[in-house]
C-alpha cells in the first residue's frame, strides 16, 4: 500500500528520536518516498545526515531555507501523507493552537493530505490534562493518533508514554491507504487463527505452541482491505482486530462448529489456525492426582475441519496452512490434493523466523497448478498481504473464465 507514496515524515525533539532511523528505513523497504523534516530540537537527538542517506533526500530544517522559501507550501503539496513521529508534548501542543514558527508547523497549515502524529513521552506528560484536550481537539480535526504503548520510559518508570513500534506506525498508514483502495470489497472472509485446547481433566489440556498472530494479521489485513471479516480464534493473548466479528472457541469440535456455522456465507476460507490432532478419548472429571504410578492417556483424532466442511457458495476460494517440520513441499502438496484446497501456505516450524510465537513469517505459496511462490522472512503483516493478493488473484482469474 506504501509502494509509490509520498511520506513527509517529521521529526520533533524526543529522546525517541533515535527510532525514527528504524522507521524511516521500514518505509523506503515498503516502497515509500520519503522527505524528511527535522525541528531544531529533534536535531539534539538524531543526526541530520544519517536521515538523508536512508531517505534519499535532503533533510529539511529551516522554515526559510536559501533559495526554497516556500518550502513548507512545496512539501505540504507534494505529500500524500504528512506522519510526526515522534511528536512531543510541545509539539502537540503548537498543532492545536495552530501555531506556524518553523517549518514543520508551517507545512502542518497548509497540506490537505491526512496527518498522523506517534507521540513519544513520559507518561505524566501524556495523562495532563492540557495534552488530553490537545489530542482530543486534533482528534476532532482529523489527525489520527498512533499509541502511545506502555512501556519502559526514558525515565526509567514503566507507563503510557512509549513510541509506538516501527511495525504498528506502518500497519495504520498502510490502512489509510487501502481505505481508499477497497481490494477486498464485498468479500467475506473467515479466517480461523490460534491453536485449540483439548481437556485432560479440568485444570489440564493439549495444546500447541501457536500465538494466533498470522490469522489475526490475516483477519486485520482483509478488515483494512475492505471485507466483511468473521474471525474465529482459539485461545491467543492478542487483542481482537478492529472492524472483525470474532468468535472464540476452545476444542477443535468448537472450532468445526463454528466454521460449518459461518461457512455457507464466506466467499473466502483461510483455515490459519493450529487445531490439535488429537484429543483424549476421555476427558477426566475430576483433577488427575498423582499415584506414584505409570499413567497412560489414550488419544483419538480431532476432526478434520477442511476435510469435513460443508459445501460453500458458488465461487468460494479455501486457502489452507501447513505447518511441517520436514518433508514440506511434499506434504502440503499432499493437503493441498486431500483437502481440495484452492492455495496453501507451507512453512517450516523449525526455521529461523518461521516458528510460531514470532512476529516474522517465511511462507511457501503452492497452487493447485504446481506453481510456487516463495516469500522471504518478512513481518506476518506482510505475510498475510501476500497471501491475501493471492487468493484476490485466484478470484481475478475465475471472473476472467
Known amino acids: 500500500m506504501l509502494s509509490g507514496k509520498n511520506i513527509l515524515l517529521g521529526i520533533t525533539g524526543s529522546i525517541a528520536a533515535y527510532k525514527s532511523l528504524q522507521l524511516l528505513r521500514d518505509l523506503t523497504a515498503a516502497g515509500a518516498e520519503v522527505h524528511v523534516v527535522l525541528t531544531q530540537n529533534a536535531k539534539h537527538f538524531v543526526p541530520p545526515l544519517s536521515l538523508q542517506v536512508f531517505s534519499g533526500h535532503p533533510v529539511h530544517t529551516d522554515l526559510f531555507e536559501p533559495g526554497d522559501e516556500m518550502a513548507h507550501i512545496r512539501l505540504a503539496r507534494k505529500a500524500d501523507l504528512v ?5 512531543t508534548a510541545h509539539f502537540i501542543a503548537k498543532m492545536a493552537l495552530g501555531l506556524s514558527d518553523d517549518l514543520l508547523s508551517g507545512i502542518l ?15 505524566g506528560m501524556w ?7 490537545h489530542v482530543s481537539l486534533l482528534q476532532k480535526r482529523g489527525i489520527q493518533i498512533i499509541g502511545p504503548e506502555v512501556g519502559l520510559l526514558a525515565s526509567g518508570k514503566t507507563g503510557m508514554g512509549r513510541f509506538s513500534a516501527s511495525e504498528e506506525i506502518l500497519k495504520r498508514l498502510n490502512a489509510v491507504f487501502s481505505a481508499s483502495r477497497p481490494l477486498m470489497k464485498g468479500e467475506q472472509v473467515l479466517v480461523t487463527a490460534g491453536p485449540t485446547e483439548e481437556a485432560i481433566d479440568p485444570v489440564r489440556f493439549i495444546s ?13 489485513t482483509a478488515v483494512d482491505w475492505g471485507a466483511d471479516v468473521v474471525l474465529i480464534s482459539g485461545p491467543t493473548c492478542l487483542s481482537p482486530p478492529e472492524g472483525a466479528h470474532c468468535v472464540f472457541v476452545r476444542s477443535a469440535e468448537d472450532m468445526k462448529k463454528a466454521v460449518d456455522d459461518h461457512l455457507p456465507k464466506a466467499s473466502l476460507l483461510i483455515m490459519a489456525a493450529a ?44 486457502v489452507g496452512f501447513a505447518a511441517e517440520t520436514q518433508n514440506v513441499i511434499e506434504n502440503a502438496r499432499k493437503k493441498l490434493k486431500k483437502k481440495k484446497l484452492d492455495l496453501i501456505v507451507a512453512n517450516n516450524v523449525t526455521q529461523d523466523g518461521a516458528g510460531f510465537d514470532g512476529d516474522t513469517n517465511v511462507i511457501r505459496l503452492l497452487h493447485p497448478t504446481g506453481k510456487i511462490d516463495s516469500h522471504p522472512k518478512q513481518s506476518k503483516r506482510c505475510a498475510a498481504e501476500a497471501i491475501l493478493a493471492a487468493a484476490m488473484e485466484i478470484r481475478r482469474r475465475r471472473v476472467l473464465q
Open 83 to 87: 506522519l510526526i513521529a515522534p511528536v
Open 109 to 123: 497549515l497548509a497540506t490537505e493530505a491526512p496527518v498522523m502524529i506517534a507521540p513519544a513521552m513520559d507518561a
Open 127 to 133: 495523562a495532563h490534562p492540557a495534552i488530553r484536550d
Open 208 to 220: 500447541n505452541r501457536s500465538s494466533g498472530k498470522m490469522g489475526y494479521a490475516l483477519a486485520e
Open 275 to 318: 487445531v490439535s490432532d488429537y484429543r483424549p478419548k476421555r476427558a477426566a472429571q475430576e483433577k488427575l492426582k498423582k499415584t506414584g504410578k505409570k499413567t497412560a492417556i489414550i488419544l483419538t483424532e480431532t476432526p478434520d475441519i477442511l476435510s469435513e466442511r460443508p459445501e460453500g457458495p458458488p465461487g468460494q476460494i479455501v
